[in-house]
């Protein structure tokens, strides 16, 4: 497992503008950008009847983790189960692809082919779901902009519209409602391997930028 450096920053509309064109001169876009630049990403989130993965983000516990399915662009043919840690204030995630069937029949509570499943992560929250009582728990939409820069694994996203299905498991809703979740803010996040080259870090501005541990499952329960 890969532990990788992630910084994330609130930054205003005229930010945004300024920093979209100057990384849009130095770094490629995402492959799962659109032809309008950007990329929709829906993720179901996993918690259990304490919600054990959002007390541990708001308590700052420094070792934690939380799993999410995720699809883009409301494109139900290519699904992942994802894993991400935290550690010492590193990060790292794992994935897994996964079908809609087995989606489907995950949120039907038919969980037994996760046992015997070839993807270890598949089984590891098998595991968890019988041991720690992990369900699906909440849905979190948002549209992303991203960039990529080869050298020091650098990756930078702009993140807007974050909303909340609330309640809501329906993965697979189109139309599904949503609301706000919480302050309508643009989201930067710079996430990079053991160092961040001094180009992008001049675009970036870090030192400049107001920090935030903002986490979007959080957000997404503010009303629950």
């Not at 609130?10 to 849009?24: C, E, F, T």
């Not at 779901?129 to 080869?150: C, H, N, W």
């Not at 993140?159 to 299905?165: A, L, P, Q, S, V």
């Not at 697979?172 to 996430?191: R, S, Y």
Request: glycine fraction near 4%; charge should be positive; aromatic fraction near 10%.
């Amino acid at each position: 497992m890969q532990f990788r450096h992630e910084h994330k920053h609130y930054i205003n509309y005229l930010d945004y503008l300024v920093l979209r064109r100057q990384l849009k001169a130095v770094m490629q876009p995402d492959v799962n950008t659109d032809e309008a630049g950007e990329y929709h990403i829906r993720s179901l989130y996993f918690d259990n009847y304490r919600d054990v993965a959002l007390q541990d983000k708001i308590s700052g516990i420094n070792h934690r983790e939380k799993f999410r399915i995720r699809c883009y662009n409301k494109d139900f043919a290519f699904i992942n189960l994802e894993k991400k840690s935290k550690i010492n204030g590193l990060c790292a995630k794992i994935k897994a692809n996964i079908t809609k069937g087995q989606v489907e029949a995950l949120l039907a509570h038919d969980t037994d082919w996760m046992a015997t499943s070839s993807e270890p992560l598949v089984v590891e929250l098998y595991s968890k779901m019988k041991s720690g009582q992990l369900r699906p728990k909440t849905i979190v939409d948002y549209k992303r902009e991203a960039f990529v820069y080869r050298p020091g694994n650098v990756r930078v996203t702009i993140d807007r519209d974050i909303r909340t299905g609330l309640f809501s498991t329906d993965l697979f809703n189109p139309d599904l409602p949503t609301i706000c979740a919480g302050d309508q803010q643009l989201l930067l996040e710079v996430k990079y391997d053991n160092f961040i080259p001094a180009v992008i870090a001049d675009i970036i501005q870090l030192d400049g930028r107001r920090q935030t541990a903002f986490s979007k499952y959080a957000a997404s329960r503010i009303y629950s």
